[in-house]
């Protein structure tokens, strides 16, 4: 092959999804020679959203998590209280039960998410594994009592209703005044209809009875513009305006004004007060508390054995960015 083609097929190549590839297969780090990838790592971070955990995982997070399953996977290794192929299909059947489907759904779901079945084992198999050291080796329980759920429950309430105090005593939450009126038209084309047009408008408030009149009132009346009913906040509507419809009495029309296109007046419909609805705060029930609290518990013994897992197994950082 020539050098000029050679240069071409480069070129080509890095333009290609071979190239995108292969930087999705970038070597980030090696653990005990086993490397994991920038495909990896966002691998891991899609299967974590799925799973419905930290949904800002960052890629240095996420390669720490590989890393540590790894770790833990090793460890067992040494005590034959690693994960089983059917300890894996096992937890792959409870997952896919969790979503209502099956392992076959499951695979399918992993796959719109851009995982791979394998990244699921690991995942799993690395669950496994530390659960069987924590029991065995480091004797370690993961334990709620019923004092910790009561404890955990009071500071919920105590922190829901303090939120809600606050909402209640927002401004925008107190109960307003609303006006409910229609805006009616009469168009004039020329300054000499005025007197006419606003002859039309006492004949129209004369039959107004209220807003469900209005078209009765136009009857006959030329060129008669009905807007739609609206509801006006009071705190928006001038005081002299307010003091007109409350003059008026609801079921009346008050003006004539000078509008935009000639004579315009209000109708009045009516007023209600409107109290802004709370937000509706639902307490957790003991069971979700109790397994907050689990997972709290487990996450900080999973950080502190992690650490002296990790001791165990000769780590290679291939990208200097995810050493630190």
Same mark, same amino acid.
Do not use: H
């Given at each position: 092959?020539?050098?000029?083609?050679?240069?071409?097929?480069?070129?080509?190549?890095?333009?290609?999804?071979?190239?995108?590839?292969?930087?999705?297969q970038k070597v980030l780090v090696t653990v005990n020679d086993q490397p994991?990838?920038?495909?990896?790592?966002?691998?891991?971070?899609?299967?974590?959203?799925?799973?419905?955990?930290?949904?800002?995982?960052?890629?240095?997070?996420?390669?720490?998590?590989?890393?540590?399953?790894?770790?833990?996977?090793?460890?067992?290794?040494?005590?034959?209280?690693?994960?089983?192929?059917?300890?894996?299909?096992?937890?792959?059947?409870?997952?896919?039960?969790?979503?209502?489907?099956?392992?076959?759904?499951?695979?399918?779901?992993?796959?719109?998410?851009?995982?791979?079945?394998?990244?699921?084992?690991?995942?799993?198999?690395?669950?496994?594994?530390?659960?069987?050291?924590?029991?065995?080796?480091?004797?370690?329980?993961?334990?709620?009592?019923?004092?910790?759920?009561? /404890? @955990?429950? +009071?500071?919920?309430?105590?922190?829901?209703?303090?939120?809600?105090? =606050? #909402?209640? *005593? !927002?401004? $925008?939450?107190?109960?307003?005044?609303?006006?409910?009126?229609?805006?009616?038209?009469?168009?004039?084309?020329?300054?000499?209809?005025?007197?006419?047009?606003?002859?039309?408008?006492?004949?129209?408030?004369?039959?107004?009875?209220?807003?469900?009149? /209005? @078209?009765? +009132?136009?009857?006959?009346?030329?060129?008669?513009?009905?807007?739609? =009913? #609206?509801? *006006? !906040?009071? $705190?928006?509507?001038?005081?002299?305006?307010?003091?007109?419809?409350?003059?008026?009495?609801?079921?009346?029309?008050?003006?004539?004004?000078?509008?935009?296109?000639?004579?315009?007046?209000?109708?009045?419909?009516?007023?209600?007060?409107?109290?802004?609805?709370?937000?509706?705060?639902?307490?957790?029930?003991?069971?979700?508390?109790?397994?907050?609290?689990?997972?709290?518990?487990?996450?900080?013994?999973?950080?502190?054995?992690?650490?002296?897992?990790?001791?165990?197994?000769?780590?290679?950082?291939?990208?200097?960015?995810?050493?630190?």
């Amino acid at each position: 092959m020539s050098r000029f083609l050679t240069t071409i097929f480069l070129v080509f190549a890095c333009l290609s999804p071979i190239g995108a590839l292969a930087q999705d297969q970038k070597v980030l780090v090696t653990v005990n020679d086993q490397p994991v990838t920038s495909y990896d790592v966002n691998a891991r971070i899609n299967l974590w959203k799925m799973l419905g955990g930290n949904t800002t995982l960052s890629r240095k997070q996420a390669l720490d998590g590989i890393i540590n399953d790894i770790a833990k996977i090793e460890e067992a290794k040494k005590y034959k209280a690693e994960a089983t192929e059917k300890d894996i299909e096992e937890r792959l059947a409870r997952v896919a039960k969790g979503m209502n489907t099956d392992i076959n759904g499951l695979k399918g779901k992993l796959k719109t998410q851009g995982v791979s079945m394998s990244v699921m084992r690991q995942y799993l198999g690395g669950q496994i594994a530390f659960g069987r050291l924590l029991s065995g080796k480091y004797r370690e329980r993961v334990d709620v009592t019923d004092a910790e759920i009561d /404890a @955990k429950m +009071a500071e919920v309430k105590a922190n829901m209703n303090g939120q809600l105090a =606050k #909402i209640k *005593a !927002d401004p $925008r939450m107190q109960p307003v005044t609303v006006y409910e009126i229609l805006e009616i038209n009469f168009p004039v084309d020329s300054p000499d209809f005025l007197t006419a047009r606003a002859a039309d408008t006492q004949q129209f408030a004369a039959r107004f009875k209220g807003c469900g009149s /209005a @078209k009765a +009132a136009a009857s006959g009346i030329f060129n008669v513009k009905i807007g739609k =009913k #609206i509801e *006006a !906040d009071s $705190r928006r509507i001038p005081p002299q305006l307010q003091a007109a419809f409350k003059q008026a009495g609801a079921g009346r029309a008050i003006g004539p004004f000078r509008g935009p296109t000639g004579l315009q007046m209000w109708g009045y419909c009516g007023s209600k007060k409107i109290t802004p609805q709370l937000p509706k705060a639902q307490m957790p029930t003991r069971e979700q508390v109790k397994t907050a609290l689990f997972n709290e518990k487990y996450d900080d013994i999973e950080k502190k054995y992690g650490l002296i897992l990790r001791k165990n197994v000769m780590i290679e950082y291939r990208d200097p960015a995810y050493a630190n």
